[in-house]
């Protein structure tokens, strides 16, 4: 299977705080890759480095054969091609749901309004809020923001599709219907680099599960490897804390 992101000796440091050290990694076309481990293991570091949401300190991003960080490489038409699912929604609230996952399709990838509309509902369909294309965010719970803003990703028709974190900001009776979407599009072949703290979720979906610890991938391997048979004590310290 081709590489659609390809992490290489990837490094973030904030001052003098190195969060990332020498992360190396990747994401095949149609894989689905969960990220787990402890707060401050920098998961969510490593997926803002991913998207360019932050700027990695060294290393390289290789996306389609080629280092994305090199300064000759256009990171918009990169950017164009994730998509990505916040904790917090990062609905446009002046916006109604429909138009939320128009608007980017116009300004960014230019398309007509009128097609927009089109690939916007047949994806609102497809996370079962397309009965509330008229409301405002304010309107909706949590779950139903969240399949709002996977819905907003998918209209982008991304190369793979990353997600923050996207039940932690959920009421835990939301959860559920926000991951049986995320479910759902894992099982179609969309390409997802995730970064979840849903452990059963994580060993039901993911082709790859990679455990950060302290900055570092401290393993990585299928979920039958990383929850049944872990390799390393930190691993093994980590899973008996947080499987029920």
Excluded: W
């Excluded at 998207?51 to 950017?79: F, M, T, V």
């Excluded at 923050?164 to 179609?188: H, I, N, Q, W, Y």
């Amino acid at each position: 299977m081709e590489k659609v992101i390809e992490i290489q000796h990837l490094s973030k440091a904030f001052g003098s705080h190195e969060v990332l050290k020498d992360i190396d990694f990747s994401v095949k076309k149609g894989e689905v890759v969960s990220i787990i481990g402890s707060s401050g293991s920098g998961k969510s570091t490593l997926l803002r480095c991913v998207n360019l949401l932050e700027k990695p300190s060294g290393g390289q991003i290789i996306y389609k054969g080629e280092n994305i960080l090199d300064d000759k490489h256009d990171i918009s038409a990169y950017r164009r091609r994730l998509g990505m699912v916040f904790q917090q929604f990062n609905l446009f609230n002046n916006h109604n749901v429909l138009s939320n996952c128009v608007v980017g399709q116009v300004k960014v990838l230019k398309r007509s309004k009128a097609e927009a509309e089109k690939i916007a509902l047949k994806f609102l369909k497809v996370v079962g809020m397309d009965r509330y294309v008229n409301a405002k965010p304010k309107q909706l719970s949590g779950g139903q923001k969240q399949r709002v803003a996977i819905a907003r990703a998918l209209s982008m028709e991304p190369d793979v599709l990353l997600f923050d974190e996207p039940t932690s900001a959920l009421d835990p009776e939301m959860v559920g219907e926000v991951l049986k979407v995320m479910k759902e599009l894992a099982e179609s072949g969309l390409t997802m680099l995730i970064v979840t703290h849903e452990m059963e979720f994580a060993r039901e979906v993911s082709d790859r599960i990679v455990f950060m610890d302290k900055g570092v991938i401290a393993e990585e391997g299928t979920p039958e490897q990383i929850f049944l048979n872990p390799t390393q004590e930190r691993t093994k310290e980590f899973l008996k804390r947080t499987l029920k």
